[in-house]
């Protein structure tokens, strides 16, 4: 893959990887999803009807 480095150690294992943003953003763009995800699934979740008011809320608001 273009702009994609990886980097070994003495044993041969890899170590690291370094992404070329401008030839590979997509690719950035999934892993920063990919962090996200995992940053956000320990949450507690939020009932779709509190929402739903808070929505409705800032729309009275915001008028």
Known sequence: ???VKYYF???GEPTAVLI???KNL???EDIVDIL???KRATEKPIPLEKVK???EKKR???R
Request: charged share 50%; hydrophobic share 40%; net charge negative.
């Open 36 to 38: 996200e995800c995992r």
């Open 1 to 3: 893959m273009k702009g």
């Open 53 to 55: 008011a808070d929505l």
């Open 9 to 11: 150690d003495e044993k």
């Open 26 to 28: 997509e690719l950035w």
């Open 60 to 62: 009275k608001v915001a």
């Open 20 to 22: 070329d943003v401008k």
